[in-house]
């Protein structure tokens, strides 16, 4: 059974830090490229970040840039969102997302996390 399970989300204040986990399990990890979306009320869903199935590669939203660090673990089927400087515009919910670097219609989802950031 294909699982990603976020966590990490929460309250947190502007210019504060919160770090993101997705554990997953049912495929083999190491074989997907994963993303970090997120999707604010009233709003469309919008790509966070990228990291490619080794880790060598990554690409960010020019939002983000210099704010986030995605990084993930093989080992332990991990990736994070480490999310620092954080903004009221950053508060959505994030999702994680995992896809084949060979087939693009083996595509996953986790059930998300909030992010608020308020002061």
């Known amino acids: 059974q294909v699982q990603l399970v976020e966590s990490g989300g929460g309250l947190v204040h502007p210019g504060g830090s919160l770090t993101l986990s997705c554990v997953a399990s049912?495929?083999?990890?190491?074989?997907?490229?994963m993303r970090w979306y997120r999707q604010a009320p009233g709003k469309e869903r919008e790509l966070v970040a990228r990291?490619?199935?080794?880790?060598?590669?990554?690409n960010y939203a020019d939002s983000v840039k210099g704010r986030f660090t995605i990084s993930r673990d093989n080992e332990k089927n991990t990736v994070l969102l480490q999310m620092n400087s954080l903004k009221p515009e950053d508060t959505a919910v994030y999702y994680c997302?995992?896809?084949?670097?060979?087939?693009?219609?083996?595509?996953?989802w986790g059930q998300g996390t909030q992010v608020a950031v308020s002061s």
């Open positions: 990291i490619a199935r080794t880790g060598g590669s990554t």
């Open positions: 997302n995992a896809v084949n670097a060979w087939s693009n219609t083996l595509n996953y």
């Open positions: 049912g495929f083999t990890f190491s074989s997907y490229t």
